[in-house]
């Protein structure tokens, strides 16, 4: 199995347009709560596997190590691919920030690295709390956590399109695919549109942050892939509360996550 920068000025005005493309949005995306552990010492790769809980596979089980990678994650899939599966590694860790993965999952990208996939974003908004509050509050309490969360867009464009140059000048080569997050509630759960919305808010800074990087990035959606697949669904591929891994893929949902990847490529 596999083992597991653009000036400031320049992100700014950049996040500043990323800001537009979601200011009609209303909503949010959980994150999951528990902080990440120390990451898989990185190593030489022709793929890495960038990012937070998602990206490590949390919900997918028979985790090896503190960051919870899941040998059954979207990302571990993709390093079975032929050719992959000797010069792979698996970095992501839950509970990492968009500023995390450049701080502790970068080391070891050089020319040799040629695909990059980055799942980041829903921890930076630090909003868990805020679909607890949507599936278990008042419409009231559930809109204010909402208001709160999304005061952090403006941070998260800016971090993204920052984090993006560093991940370019660390892997010059690579293509790097970029993620958004699937929607989590199936529509009839009460007060799912808030979430729902709030994913889709979160989904398009991260497809601005891409675009704005320019070529070599390519930002790949999952929601048509998670249709009819949501929690409260009859064949759902997201894990419910109380579970520790509420609101993460579960293994059919990282195969979707894969395949999805895949057919981007």
Not at 145 to 152: D, E
Not at 198 to 224: C, E, H, K, M, W
Request: glycine share 10%; with cysteine.
């Amino acid at each position: 199995m596999t083992t597991l920068s653009s000036s400031r000025r320049v992100a700014t005005l950049a996040s500043a347009s990323i800001l537009v493309a979601s200011a009609t949005v209303f909503g949010a995306l959980p994150a999951h709560a528990a902080p990440g552990g120390p990451g898989p010492s990185p190593d030489k790769s022709s793929y890495a596997a960038l990012g937070d809980s998602y990206a490590a596979g949390v919900g997918g089980g028979d985790y090896l190590d503190l960051c919870l990678t899941s040998p059954n994650g979207y990302a571990a899939d993709l390093a079975d691919d032929p050719g992959r599966a000797q010069h792979s590694s698996l970095r992501g860790c839950v509970g990492a920030s968009v500023d995390d993965v450049a701080a502790d999952q970068l080391g070891g990208l050089d020319l040799r690295t040629r695909l990059i996939t980055f799942t980041a974003g829903a921890n930076d908004l630090g909003l868990e709390a805020v679909t607890i509050a949507c599936l278990t509050g008042t419409p009231e309490q559930c809109q204010a956590a909402v208001q709160a969360a999304l005061a952090n867009l403006a941070p998260l464009a800016q971090d993204l399109v920052t984090t993006f140059a560093t991940v370019r000048a660390s892997a010059p080569k690579a293509t790097v695919v970029v993620t958004g997050y699937p929607l989590l509630l199936d529509p009839a759960i009460p007060q799912s549109a808030f979430v729902n919305n709030g994913v889709i808010a979160l989904n398009r800074v991260i497809a601005a942050a891409t675009l704005a990087s320019g070529p070599g990035f390519q930002y790949v959606d999952v929601v048509d892939a998670f249709a009819g697949h949501g929690i409260g669904s009859a064949d759902p591929w997201i894990i419910p509360p109380p579970s520790l891994e509420a609101f993460h893929p579960t293994p059919a949902g990282y195969l979707a996550y894969a395949n999805t990847i895949r057919a981007a490529l």
